[in-house]
């Protein structure tokens, strides 16, 4: 049992350069989230998604898609990068608890660094 | 909207001696909370969450939080830190959609 996996770890970007963030969990959670993470303002969300093709904008999605085909993968594309989107992305997933009980399960980061 | 506030950047303590991390919420409706704990290079770990019940959470490697609803706070506390507790703390709180809100951090630093 993997979790929560990503890929790459590392990338390193030249302005306008385009790339997909792969994000896979082996849990069968109904919810997945892409988060950014930067120095002294915590995780901010970019895009999360309720299930299989559905995907929905989160609070920072400007510059960034989305997708979900399979239930357990969720990809993050950059089409023209930005330096102002070096940054730390991480992913999560979750089941659905209406009790509020559900926790997010994340992944371990990936590095991005766009020149 | 929800928010979560941590008013410190770094919490510095030695080793053995009590740790608490702050935290406060603004939610309408019921707050559903969490701690997560991020180790350096590394993503995000689940501490506890208050859902419902008991004011006190007791949580992973031997920390516990303290809901109070009338000071809308959740502080995370460990009644001795250990070196190895040094990391970056997240309070976060939970929307109705399932979406977290999380604090900026606060470092710990543990010191021998």
């Known amino acids: 049992n993997a979790g929560v996996t990503q890929t790459p770890k590392f990338r390193v970007l030249k302005t306008g350069q385009s790339m997909t963030l792969l994000c896979a969990q082996d849990?069968?959670?109904?919810?997945m989230y892409w988060y950014r993470q930067d120095p002294g303002m915590g995780l901010r969300l970019i895009h999360y998604?309720?299930?299989?093709?559905?995907?929905a904008k989160g609070e920072v999605p400007d510059g960034y898609n989305v997708s979900r085909l399979k239930k357990q993968n969720f990809l993050l594309g950059l089409e023209s990068a930005a330096p102002s989107q070096t940054s730390v992305y991480f992913c999560a997933s979750s089941y659905l608890v209406s009790s509020g009980a559900d926790t997010q399960y994340f992944g371990p980061g990936t590095r991005l660094t766009v020149l | 909207a929800q928010s979560v506030a941590q008013p410190e950047d770094q919490v510095n303590v030695a080793e053995g001696n009590p740790l608490t991390v702050k935290c406060t919420y603004s939610?309408?409706?019921?707050?559903?909370l969490f701690w997560y704990v991020q180790y350096p290079n590394r993503g995000l770990q689940f501490l506890l969450k208050?859902?419902?019940?008991?004011?006190l959470v007791k949580g992973s490697y031997g920390f516990e939080a303290e809901f109070n609803k009338s000071q809308t706070s959740f502080h995370l506390k460990k009644p001795s830190a250990l070196v190895s507790d040094s990391a970056l703390y997240f309070c976060?709180?939970?929307?109705?959609?399932?979406?977290?809100?999380f604090g900026a951090g606060t470092q710990v630093v543990v010191t021998p």
């Open positions: 998604s309720v299930g299989e093709g559905t995907t």
């Open positions: 976060a709180v939970r929307d109705s959609w399932g979406k977290l809100q």
């Open positions: 939610v309408s409706g019921n707050p559903y």
């Open positions: 208050y859902i419902t019940g008991d004011n």
């Open positions: 849990m069968n959670h109904e919810y």
